[in-house]
């Protein structure tokens, strides 16, 4: 089963492909933050992990002269991890309203 954060990040590559830095700005602008204290470090740390894990796969991008930036899909792996967390954690009773919450953000 994936960790709370792992599966916030995971449910947002699976929207679409997306770098670590959209990532941050999306949380920011969804006040997650203010139900789920979630640090940039957090974010960029739990990418690599998942990266690691094949449950997502990065392409580097160039566009002129940006720096490059690594954009990330998630991977067949990744999908199926992701709805087998989602469905234990909608099935599991739990006090934990944090992942009930992050489960309904994700659908």
């Not at 933050?33 to 990065?58: C, H, M, P």
Request: hydrophobic share 40%.
């Amino acid at each position: 089963m994936l960790s709370k954060t792992a599966t916030m990040l995971l449910g947002l590559i699976n929207q679409k492909p997306v770098n670590a830095y959209e990532i941050i700005k999306e949380l920011n602008y969804m006040n997650v933050k203010w139900w789920f204290n979630i640090a940039d470090s957090t974010v960029y740390a739990t990418i690599k992990t998942l990266e690691k894990r094949d449950f997502i796969s990065g392409t580097i991008e160039k566009e002129g002269n940006m720096p490059d930036k690594t954009i990330y899909t998630i991977t067949a792996k990744g999908k199926t991890e992701l709805l087998s967390t989602l469905k234990r954690s909608i099935l599991k009773f739990d006090y934990d309203t944090n992942i009930f919450s992050i489960t309904a953000f994700v659908l």
